[in-house]
């Protein structure tokens, strides 16, 4: 094998992937937990699909959307874990240069259509818990697609200079990637050129669009928070918030994670590299194996249906 790892060239055919950086013995290892955390997502996201297909009891906006969260997720497991694991097990570490700009594409405009849906199980929750006499008549079937539709062409045009602008960049130090997947910041850092541009943007992206979504979502529980503090008696309190108990917690496994990671990148320097890349890597996963059993062991007494998996 050539050692690409260290020519120099103008535009590279390929990538080199190199797993987790100080890990590499224990691969083999490393993989047993991740097949473990996919294995989950894809029975608990599938399993979601069929049983909100099945059962008529569950036609509604809040289960529309969380069957869109659901193909969210299997495609976020299946654009990176597959790479990942032949990495781990067989060694295959070479990536083509246009897979792996696909490969970007595909993690960053899913997990910004994550965010988008996350956004809109809130209006969801608003809607039920602050005007629910019109919740009916406001989140109908043709207006759950409408805002699925403006959720999936946001993200796809939001995220589509990431690949673009890498691609334009010129190569010629490196074309080994410390990382198991190919990442946007990752990728454009191996240019030999002044890529200003494509980190401005991936900031623009971070605060303007996800951060934009974070807002809206606080805005929406300000306004439920009221909603329940006026309601007469504290059973009536504790029953109507319960009915968002799931939806936050899906919050949580969403967004924490990823500020504490955006805040690692810029400001962890002297956090060990394995660390680093480990993080990341596992939060790829964390939120779609984490989602099915929320809202499979979680029931919402405002919705008129069961738990998932009950």
Sequence with gaps: MSDSNTTYFTNPSTFILLGIPGLEAAHVW??????????I????????????????????????FLCMLAVTDLVLCMSTLPKMLSIFWFNFREIDFSECLTQMYFIHCFLTMESGIIVAMAFDRYVAICDPLRHSTTLTH???????????????????PYPILARRWPYCRTNVIPQPYCAHIAVVELACADIRVSSYYGLFVQFCVIGLD???????????????????????????FGTCGSHLFVILAFYIPGLFISLMHRFGQNVPLP????????YLLMPPMLNPIIYGVRTDPGQAAPALYS
């Excluded at 049983?51 to 509604?60: A, F, N, P, T």
């Design 30 to 39: 490393i993989s047993i937990p991740f097949c473990t955390m996919f294995t």
């Design 41 to 64: 997502a894809l029975l608990g996201n599938f399993a979601i699909l069929f049983i909100v297909k099945r059962e008529l009891s569950l036609h509604g906006p809040m289960y529309y």
């Design 142 to 160: 043709p207006v759950v697609a409408k805002i699925g539709l403006a959720v999936v062409l946001r993200s796809a045009i939001v995220i589509l």
């Design 214 to 240: 974070a807002f809206f979502i606080v805005v929406s529980y300000i306004q439920i928070l009221r909603a329940i503090l006026s309601l007469p008696t504290k059973d009536a309190r504790l029953k109507t």
């Design 275 to 282: 660390i680093q890349i480990l993080i990341p890597t596992v």
